[in-house]
């Protein structure tokens, strides 16, 4: 399977700017949509935003017009551009993907990276 390491988490003042980074390494065949989940303390994970293998994105309603999710198949890695953060944009984000498990199969893996976290004050 595919490796999901995340970065560029930290600390931010509301109305900062972060840009996250998701690097895929190990196996990377059979990527298919790539996104970005996050979760606040005591709350479920949501998504944030996919973006197909193709390039189209989608995002929570919450984040449109302040986030941008977008990816490089040859570097392998996929970001999340934040901008005019708020406090609850605060949480844990894991890079998400999924993966084909080899080429004569239909089913696909959804592996998750570590999280990093981001933390906006107020």
């Known amino acids: 399977q595919v490796q999901l390491v995340e970065s560029g988490g930290g600390l931010v003042q509301a109305g900062g700017s972060l840009r996250l980074s998701c690097a895929a390494s190990?196996?990377?065949?059979?990527?298919?949509?790539m996104g970005w989940y996050r979760q606040a303390p005591g709350k479920q994970r949501e998504l944030v935003a996919i973006i197909s293998s193709g390039g189209h994105p989608n995002y929570a309603d919450s984040v449109k017009g302040r986030f941008t999710i977008s990816r490089d198949n040859a570097k392998n890695t996929v970001d999340l551009q934040m901008n005019s953060l708020k406090p609850e944009d605060t949480g844990v984000y894991y890079c998400?993907?999924?993966?084909?498990?080899?080429?004569?199969?239909?089913?696909?893996?959804?592996?998750w990276g570590q999280g990093t976290q981001v933390t906006v004050g107020s």
């Open positions: 190990g196996n990377l065949f059979g990527i298919n949509a």
């Open positions: 998400v993907a999924e993966q084909r498990r080899d080429a004569t199969s239909n089913y696909y893996y959804t592996k």
